[in-house]
């Protein structure tokens, strides 16, 4: 199942933005999924995963700000990024969780800047 980040753009400080993964196929079938993302000059991270049963756990940079989700129903995964930062300009991704990552897509690219 190949997943892919969509919904990126420019946004200014103190805003807010929604990202979308969609897959290729059924996620009813993958336990855990992540959001990653990777700064300019820096390397990919981990920022926020989901497990099918809905149980979280976020990065200390964007806890309180960010919220994942996923609907197994309709195949997707949402990243809700609210008060954004400089700091989080960035290509994000989605994948699944980090113990069985699989091929990585194009990624969106998220611009915070005033």
């Known amino acids: 199942v190949q997943l892919q980040a969509s919904g990126g753009g420019l946004v200014q400080p103190g805003g807010s933005l929604r990202l979308s993964c969609t897959a290729s196929?059924?996620?009813?079938?993958?336990?855990?999924m992540g959001w990653y993302r990777q700064p300019p000059g820096h390397q990919r991270e981990l920022i926020a995963t989901?497990?099918?049963?809905?149980?979280?756990h976020y990065a200390s940079s964007v806890k309180g700000r960010f919220t994942i989700s996923r609907d197994n129903a309709r195949n997707t995964m949402a990243l809700q990024m609210d008060s954004l930062k400089s700091e989080d300009t960035a290509v994000y991704y989605c994948n699944r969780g980090p113990l069985s990552i699989g091929p990585w897509g194009q990624g969106t690219l998220v611009t915070v800047s005033s």
């Open positions: 989901i497990t099918s049963s809905g149980s979280t």
């Open positions: 196929g059924s996620i009813f079938g993958i336990d855990v």
